[in-house]
């Protein structure tokens, strides 16, 4: 990250030189993140309710990229954890996980609302 990310959970200016510099695809890739954020915290909590370890690693993996593309890397460190947590399932650590995903989510949403301008 950025000296100035050091403080924050996101690295928008990486992900975006990732992107070419294309600060309209920029803008699609966090709309994208920040609409999907709430339907996958939903797909995780079930999956974790299940005990359904597999969807559970996939989804998390998915979602990993997606936060990895628009720079929330605190966020993509909690989705590598539940992959991990997804392969040999464990409630205790999938439901913190979920937890602190929520939490990441939330404040990684605020950090690049401003993209979308």
Not at 37 to 51: K, Y
Not at 94 to 103: F, I, Y
């Amino acid at each position: 990250m950025t000296e100035s990310a050091n403080l924050r959970q996101c690295d928008p200016e990486a992900a975006l030189q990732r992107l070419g510099g294309l600060q309209s695809l920029y803008r699609d890739v966090v709309r994208n993140f920040i609409a999907d954020s709430r339907d996958v915290l939903i797909r995780l909590q079930a999956a974790t309710v299940a005990a359904d370890g597999s969807t559970l690693h996939r989804v998390a993996h998915n979602f990993k990229g997606n936060a990895g593309l628009c720079g929330a890397v605190r966020v993509a460190e909690i989705c590598g954890q539940l992959e991990k947590i997804g392969l040999e399932f464990d409630a205790i650590h999938a439901a913190e996980a979920n937890r602190l995903l929520a939490a990441a989510i939330a404040v990684a949403g605020k950090e690049l609302h401003g993209y979308l301008d």
